[in-house]
Structures are given as structure tokens and as C-alpha cells.
């Protein structure tokens, strides 16, 4: 079945920008079906939805990170991407890459998620 | 945005009580919603779609109901597994993706 595994830098010092990978394993990246999300969540909080991108490389991106992120699709390697800039600590969270099918817009599958702090 | 309130927060039940959790919609989505269940240190888990739609390999135990602003989980029967975060996801207007704050299942 596919699975996903994030991957980047466990701390990133303010004013930087955080960068992960999310590599897709037992599957492609190009599906008609499906598209791909990050999801962050602060330690002892909810969930904030990031962004998606589907394989063809179209995004949408949640307002409220404004212009300072992107998301991207490299199907040869079978992964997405994940670019923040300008990071502060309220950056600091568990960030998770999802599989979301089209069909009721469901997360059905989800990476076991990475940490990523903020701090000098 | 369509803001999704979830009660209660938290809760304290025992094994084997029937457990409902409450999402409320600020607009009309019809049966456009899905619930997670997160346990601590992992990632959520779909275990309801479509309001009602069981998803591949959940137990029965599990169920979803309502329609348009209010919608419930239920847990016929808590498991110790069952111990857990629960979310809830409107898929009605997206983008963006929008969830509940959260119901937390304690012993």
C-alpha cells in the first residue's frame, strides 16, 4: 500500500526557511485520483492545513502563511516538497504530508509526520 | 472560511460507554465532512467519510451521523484503543481545508 515518509531539518533558525520532502512509496505521485497536502500541528494542538499540490503541479495554499510558502511535485523521484520562508517559532510544529482523494476530498493516508523547530 | 466548532474539548469515559462527539458548521455543507482519530505521537487516522461512510478496516463501533451545520461521531462501545484524539474536516469549500479543534477521549 502507499506510504508516505517525511524528511528535512529538525531545527531551523528564525528568519530562515524550512524545507521537507515527502517521498511516496508504493505508488505514484501521478494519480488521477488522488492529490497531496501538508498538514502542521504544534505540539498540544490542532491541525493547520499548509497547502496542496496536485501532480500536475497546480497549488492552493492556505492564506494565512500568506506568500511565504510553496509546495511542488517532482514525479521522477516520486515526491513533494515543502518550502517556508521567513520561519519564526510559532513555525514550530509536527509538520505531516497526506494523500487526499478527490472523491470526498478524504486524507487517506498520511506520513507518521517530522518536528520541526524554530529556534537559534 | 467555514469555521467547524467541536464539543465537548475533552471528555472522561470508561470502557465500554457509548461516546458522542459534536461538530458544528458555521454554514450549510451538507454531508461534506470526514472525522480523524489521532493517538499521541502518531498521525490522525480517517475513520469516517461523507458524514456517514465507514472507512476500509474501522470498526463498527464507529459511526457518523447528521447533515448540513450538525454532525456527530459515535463510539457505541469504547475500547481501551479508542483512547484518543478526534477530529473533524469539512470537505464542502475547499481550499482551504478546515478541521474541528478537537474532542480528546480520556479514561
Known amino acids: 500500500q502507499v506510504q508516505l515518509q517525511e524528511a528535512g531539518p529538525g531545527l531551523v533558525k528564525p528568519s530562515q526557511t524550512l524545507s521537507l520532502t515527502c517521498s511516496v512509496s508504493?505508488?505514484?505521485?501521478?494519480?488521477?485520483?488522488?492529490?497531496w497536502t501538508w498538514i502542521r500541528q504544534p505540539a498540544g494542538k490542532g491541525l493547520e492545513w499548509i497547502g496542496r499540490?496536485?501532480?500536475?503541479?497546480?497549488?492552493s495554499y492556505n492564506p494565512s502563511l500568506g506568500s511565504r510558502v510553496t509546495i511542488s511535485v517532482d514525479s521522477s523521484k516520486n515526491q513533494l516538497s515543502l518550502q517556508l520562508t521567513s520561519v519564526t517559532a510559532a513555525d514550530t510544529a509536527v509538520y505531516y504530508c497526506a494523500r487526499v482523494a478527490n472523491r470526498n476530498v478524504r486524507l487517506d493516508v498520511w506520513g507518521q509526520g517530522t518536528t520541526v523547530t524554530v529556534s537559534s | 472560511d467555514i469555521q467547524m466548532t467541536q464539543s465537548p474539548s475533552s471528555l472522561s469515559a470508561s470502557v465500554g460507554d457509548r461516546v458522542t462527539i459534536t461538530c458544528r458548521t458555521s454554514q450549510r455543507i451538507s454531508n461534506f465532512l470526514n472525522w480523524y482519530q489521532q493517538k499521541p505521537g502518531k498521525a490522525p487516522k480517517l475513520l469516517i467519510y461523507a458524514a456517514s461512510s465507514l472507512e476500509g478496516g474501522v470498526p463498527s463501533r464507529f459511526s457518523g451521523g447528521g447533515s448540513e451545520t450538525d454532525f456527530t461521531l459515535t463510539i457505541s462501545s469504547l475500547q481501551p484503543e479508542d483512547f484518543a484524539t478526534y477530529y473533524c474536516q469539512q470537505t464542502y469549500s475547499t481550499p482551504p481545508l478546515t478541521f474541528g479543534g478537537g474532542t480528546k477521549v480520556e479514561i
Open positions: 508504493g505508488g505514484f505521485i501521478s494519480t488521477g485520483s488522488h492529490y
Open positions: 499540490v496536485y501532480a500536475s503541479g497546480s497549488t
